[in-house]
C-alpha cells in the first residue's frame, strides 16, 4: 500500500490514478498512522514551501515522513514534495525537511519564470530510471531548483536557462522536479518504476 500525504496540496487525483495505473494500492490520507503503516509514501507538492511545511508540522505528519525514510521505506517527493526533502529554501527563507542534503534556490538564467510546460530530461546515472544519455519527456511547473551537496544524488537533469536536477534518487528516497503525473507515458513509466522499486523492498523486508 502506498500513502499519499494530502497536507492540502493540489492533484492528488491525477497521482492516485498514476500509481494505481501503474499497479499500486493506495491511500490519500493525512493521517499520521495511516501513513507510517505504509509500504511506501509520496509527497506531493503544489504551493509555496513555507505554507507546505507549516501544514505538514500541524498535522503531525513530519516526524513520520523523517521516520519512514529513516527505517528505509520507499519515498518519492514530487515537484514541491522533491524540494521539500532538502534543508534551506529560499522560497520564504524557510528549512525544509533536511532528508537529502542540499538546499533549494531560485531558477536562474534570464527566462521566463515559473518554468512551465514540456521540456526533456536526460539521465546522469544509470539505474531504474535507464541508462545514461537516455531522454525523456515530462511537464514541469516550478520556480525553484533542487542543489543537492552531492551530484551522485542527481539521476537526471534538464535545461531551462541552466541545467538543474530533474530526477535525484538517494537509495530508497527519489524526488521529481516535474509532475509524472501529468507527464503522459514517460511519467507513467517512471510511476512504474517507482512502484516496481517499492514492491521489490517490501519483498526483501518480508521473512523467509
Known amino acids: 500500500m502506498i500513502a499519499v500525504i494530502d ?3 493540489g492533484n492528488l487525483r491525477s497521482i492516485r490514478r498514476a500509481l494505481e495505473a501503474a499497479g499500486a494500492d493506495v491511500v490519500v490520507t493525512a493521517d499520521a498512522g495511516r501513513v507510517a503503516d ?14 507546505a511545511m507549516a501544514r505538514l508540522r500541524k498535522l503531525g505528519l513530519t516526524p513520520v515522513v523523517e521516520r519512514a525514510v529513516a527505517e528505509g521505506t520507499p519515498f518519492l517527493g ?7 526533502l532538502f534543508g534551506h529554501q529560499a522560497e520564504g527563507d524557510t528549512a525544509g525537511l533536511g532528508l537529502l542534503p542540499g538546499r533549494v534556490r531560485e531558477l536562474t538564467g534570464g527566462v521566463k519564470v515559473p518554468h512551465m ?3 526533456r530530461s536526460r539521465v ?7 541508462a545514461s544519455g537516455e531522454e525523456r519527456d515530462y511537464y514541469f511547473v516550478h520556480s525553484y531548483v533542487v542543489v543537492p551537496d552531492d551530484p551522485a544524488d542527481v539521476a537526471a537533469e534538464v535545461s531551462y536557462g541552466e541545467v538543474f536536477p530533474s530526477v535525484v534518487v538517494r537509495g530508497h528516497v ?7 503525473e501529468k507527464s503522459a507515458g514517460d511519467g ?3 510511476v512504474r518504476a517507482f512502484v516496481a522499486e517499492s514492491a521489490g523492498a517490501r519483498r526483501r523486508a518480508i521473512p523467509a
Open 174 to 180: 527519489w524526488g521529481t522536479q516535474f509532475h509524472p
Open 78 to 84: 514530487i515537484c514541491l514534495g522533491m524540494q521539500l
Open 38 to 51: 505504509a509500504d511506501a509514501v509520496v509527497l506531493p507538492g503544489v504551493g509555496a514551501a513555507g505554507a
Open 188 to 190: 507513467l513509466a517512471l
Open 7 to 9: 497536507y492540502g496540496a
Open 117 to 119: 510546460g514540456w521540456n
Open 124 to 130: 546522469v546515472r544509470p539505474g531504474p530510471l535507464g
